[in-house]
């Protein structure tokens, strides 16, 4: 649930939010510890905005490997995340729709991996039967850029209600390496692997449900 405030017009929201990351599991902000729309109109229409928001996230994928995987790597774990939009404001009647486009930074911590999900990718990968692996990796801030739109409803001039979709496009490099031992044509073997160029995918779609209220 995402606090929401203007301090323009000095609105104050709440606001339900999804994050349904590419390959990843169903996410939530971690209330009350997330805070979004703080920022200030240049003119009548345009608006700068940042904020921060601390996600739960259940999982994401991985890119730049050398298979594909359609299930998550990593997860769940807590991700601060702050974006910076500039906002395009079109009043129409007693509605609004603001158009949304900017970058935004990210970091994870608390990364539980999802070694099965591993083990299973990497067993395809090196054609075992059987295959465990230990698996070490480089947890590194990552950045993307995000766009969208917020559509606003004036019920009353105190009372709004708000909805909004964000598209992210994001990546940390996450170097993955280890060990592994594994079975197959009846024989056992032990290796490694090294995916220098791994990135974790933050990439998806933001939905949010909200009021806002005009003091």
Same mark, same amino acid.
């Given at each position: 649930?995402?606090?929401?405030?203007?301090?323009?017009?000095?609105?104050?929201?709440?606001?339900?939010?999804?994050? =349904?990351?590419?390959?990843?599991?169903?996410?939530? $902000?971690?209330? !009350?510890?997330?805070?979004?729309?703080?920022?200030? %109109? &240049? *003119?009548?229409? &345009?608006? !700068?905005?940042?904020? &921060?928001?601390?996600?739960?996230?259940?999982?994401? /994928? =991985?890119?730049?490997? $050398?298979?594909?995987?359609?299930? !998550?790597?990593?997860? $769940?774990?807590?991700?601060?995340?702050?974006?910076?939009?500039?906002?395009?404001?079109? $009043?129409?009647? %007693?509605?609004?729709?603001?158009?949304?486009?900017?970058?935004?930074?990210?970091?994870?911590?608390?990364?539980?991996?999802?070694?099965? +999900?591993i083990d299973r990718a990497l067993r395809e990968f090196f054609d075992y039967d059987i295959? +465990?692996a230990e698996t070490r990796f480089e947890n590194q801030p990552g950045l993307g850029y995000r766009v969208g739109a917020e559509w606003i409803f004036h019920i009353s001039g105190?009372?709004? =209600?708000? #909805?909004?979709?964000?598209?992210?496009?994001?990546?940390?490099?996450?170097?993955?390496?280890?060990?592994? #031992?594994?079975?197959? %044509?009846?024989?056992?073997?032990?290796? %490694?692997?090294? =995916?220098? *160029?791994?990135?974790?995918?933050?990439?998806?779609?933001?939905? /949010?449900?909200?009021?806002?209220? +005009? !003091?």
């Open positions: 649930m995402f606090l929401h405030s203007e301090l323009n017009a000095q609105q104050l929201g709440l606001s339900f939010s999804y994050f =349904f990351p590419r390959n990843g599991d169903f996410s939530v $902000p971690v209330t !009350p510890l997330s805070y979004r729309g703080l920022g200030f %109109n &240049i *003119n009548r229409y &345009i608006r !700068p905005e940042t904020g &921060i928001t601390l996600y739960r996230m259940s999982g994401l /994928s =991985f890119t730049n490997l $050398p298979f594909e995987t359609k299930e !998550p790597f990593f997860g $769940p774990m807590f991700t601060i995340m702050i974006p910076v939009d500039m906002v395009i404001e079109f $009043p129409i009647g %007693n509605t609004e729709l603001r158009l949304k486009g900017g970058g935004f930074g990210f970091h994870n911590f608390g990364i539980k991996v999802q070694q099965g +999900n295959l +465990n105190k009372f709004s =209600f708000t #909805a909004e979709a964000i598209y992210h496009g994001g990546f940390a490099n996450i170097a993955l390496s280890g060990d592994y #031992a594994a079975y197959g %044509n009846n024989t056992t073997s032990q290796g %490694n692997f090294n =995916f220098p *160029n791994a990135r974790l995918d933050f990439t998806g779609y933001e939905i /949010s449900l909200g009021v806002l209220f +005009n !003091p």
